[in-house]
Nanobody, 115 residues
């Protein structure tokens, strides 16, 4: 069993910044990809950014140039630095980890961008 615990989130004004962190624990052998997804009210969960086991990163077009994902394999953590936040970034953000082809999810953290 893999457990993912997110931290960060909250209320921020448009144009502001926020950092999300996630730490994996439990029966960890080899985590392949780690990343972040988000789900806004009434919408499907969507990929925000991933950091693959091979060291490459992928971003949704909507966040490119504003968000940066980082990963520390020794600490089993993945972070998401979010800058120039927009109201449309408002969503519940979920940490994700893939191990042996199985997806694991955190409980999610709310990010609200509003003045």
């Amino acid at each position: 069993q893999v457990r993912l615990a997110e931290s960060g989130g909250g209320l921020v004004q448009p144009g502001g910044s926020m950092r999300l962190s996630c730490v994996a624990s439990g029966s960890i052998f080899t985590i392949n990809d780690m990343g972040w997804y988000r789900q806004a009210p009434g919408k499907q969960r969507e990929l925000v950014a991933t950091f693959t086991g091979g060291g490459s990163t992928n971003y949704a077009d909507s966040v490119k140039g504003r968000f940066t994902i980082s990963r520390d394999n020794a600490k089993n953590t993945v972070n998401l630095q979010m800058n120039s936040l927009k109201p449309e970034d408002t969503a519940v953000y979920y940490c994700n980890a893939v191990m042996f082809g199985r997806f694991y999810w955190g409980q999610g953290t709310q990010v609200t961008v509003s003045s």
